[in-house]
């Protein structure tokens, strides 16, 4: 049975309280950190990294929590208010998901953000590692310019540290990562979760951060690809925060105070969770709004 972890985005706080869950549910006797396959997409991709650096889960917990072990973030100078009526504007007047893509990489190109390696030297603060792990590991970008998805991994030619800041480049808030002669964008753009990339694999588990509702339109909405892997015969678990992590998580998950709040929710939430394995639910084919009726969150207290 080849299992398979995914990790969607969620900002600094999204790190910090994936590390608490996945803490936690070691805790409770149901470690997933060990899956041999894990898809990461912006944050996710940072925690993904860091799972196979080698170190234990106690001292990547305690890098959340622990002021003096926490890797030097920076709090973005940027109006998210702003920033979001502009995306609402994009979605407004694009008429397919790649439309929307290119449009999104229009207005990262044009941000006036920190400089690349100002932003690369926090990708790199956040890594204990920056060698590809030996086991499987998809870290999902998308090209600024084509507006197509890029999957990064040990077999591409690109660092593990340029491959993560990729993914974590948020439209707008962080500089388009170079790497060649392309610039990439936070593989959020292309869906928060990627979980399709999980493809394979016979048991999935997908931690959502930021919930299962996508911010923007996706060729392949987490319930789309949730059910698609079950009616495949994967067993899917997904699981979003409670009410207590997202109060800790805030209003703002890219500002590095939600750290420790974020990491001691997630921990707490980790212990109280018992996976529930879900199986097909419907059939293949199903519509979106379908399929959204019939997929209800499969992690369980």
Same mark, same amino acid.
């Given at each position: 049975m080849t299992e398979a972890l995914v990790l969607g985005g969620g900002g600094v706080a999204g790190v910090a309280w994936t590390i608490g869950l996945l803490t936690g549910l070691a805790d409770a006797g149901q470690d997933v950190s060990g899956a041999e396959l894990i898809v990461g997409t912006s944050a996710g991709s940072a925690v993904a990294a860091q799972l196979g650096s080698g170190l234990g889960l106690e001292e990547l917990y305690a890098r959340q929590? /622990?002021?003096?072990? $926490?890797?030097?973030?920076?709090?973005?100078? #940027?109006?998210?208010?702003?920033?979001?009526? &502009?995306?609402?504007?994009?979605? $407004?007047?694009?008429?397919? /998901?790649? @439309?929307?893509?290119?449009? #999104? &990489?229009?207005?990262?190109?044009? *941000?006036?953000?920190?400089? @690349?390696?100002?932003?690369?030297? #926090?990708?790199?603060? +956040?890594?204990?590692?920056? /060698?590809?792990?030996?086991? *499987?590991?998809?870290?999902?970008? #998308?090209?600024?310019e084509s507006g197509e998805p890029r999957v990064f991994d040990r077999t591409s030619g690109v660092s593990l540290v340029d491959a993560v800041a990729a993914s974590c480049a948020v439209p707008g808030v962080w500089p388009p990562v170079t790497i060649g002669e392309h610039r990439y964008l936070d593989g959020g753009v292309r869906s928060h979760a990627n979980a399709d990339y999980a493809a394979g694999a016979s048991r999935v588990v997908v931690v959502v951060p930021m919930g299962q509702v996508s911010l923007l339109p996706s060729e392949k909405p987490l319930v789309q690809a949730v059910e698609e892997l079950?009616?495949? &015969?994967?067993?899917?678990?997904?699981?979003?925060?409670?009410?207590?992590? +997202?109060?800790a998580i805030g209003v703002?998950?890219?500002?590095?105070?939600?750290?420790?709040? *974020?990491?001691? *929710? &997630?921990?707490? $939430? !980790?212990? !109280?969770l018992k996976i529930e394995w879900k199986k097909a639910l419907g059939r293949a084919g199903m519509t979106i709004r379908e399929l959204t009726r019939a997929c209800p969150t499969a992690m369980e207290r």
């Amino acid at each position: 049975m080849t299992e398979a972890l995914v990790l969607g985005g969620g900002g600094v706080a999204g790190v910090a309280w994936t590390i608490g869950l996945l803490t936690g549910l070691a805790d409770a006797g149901q470690d997933v950190s060990g899956a041999e396959l894990i898809v990461g997409t912006s944050a996710g991709s940072a925690v993904a990294a860091q799972l196979g650096s080698g170190l234990g889960l106690e001292e990547l917990y305690a890098r959340q929590v /622990e002021p003096e072990m $926490q890797a030097a973030e920076i709090m973005p100078e #940027v109006d998210l208010a702003n920033l979001g009526s &502009g995306i609402a504007a994009i979605m $407004q007047t694009a008429t397919s /998901e790649l @439309e929307i893509r290119r449009a #999104v &990489g229009r207005l990262a190109l044009e *941000a006036d953000t920190v400089p @690349e390696p100002e932003r690369r030297a #926090v990708i790199e603060s +956040r890594l204990p590692s920056h /060698e590809w792990p030996a086991r *499987a590991l998809k870290i999902v970008a #998308v090209d600024a310019e084509s507006g197509e998805p890029r999957v990064f991994d040990r077999t591409s030619g690109v660092s593990l540290v340029d491959a993560v800041a990729a993914s974590c480049a948020v439209p707008g808030v962080w500089p388009p990562v170079t790497i060649g002669e392309h610039r990439y964008l936070d593989g959020g753009v292309r869906s928060h979760a990627n979980a399709d990339y999980a493809a394979g694999a016979s048991r999935v588990v997908v931690v959502v951060p930021m919930g299962q509702v996508s911010l923007l339109p996706s060729e392949k909405p987490l319930v789309q690809a949730v059910e698609e892997l079950r009616v495949r &015969g994967v067993e899917v678990a997904v699981v979003e925060p409670d009410e207590a992590s +997202r109060l800790a998580i805030g209003v703002n998950a890219l500002d590095p105070s939600t750290r420790r709040p *974020a990491a001691e *929710a &997630g921990r707490v $939430q !980790g212990r !109280g969770l018992k996976i529930e394995w879900k199986k097909a639910l419907g059939r293949a084919g199903m519509t979106i709004r379908e399929l959204t009726r019939a997929c209800p969150t499969a992690m369980e207290r």
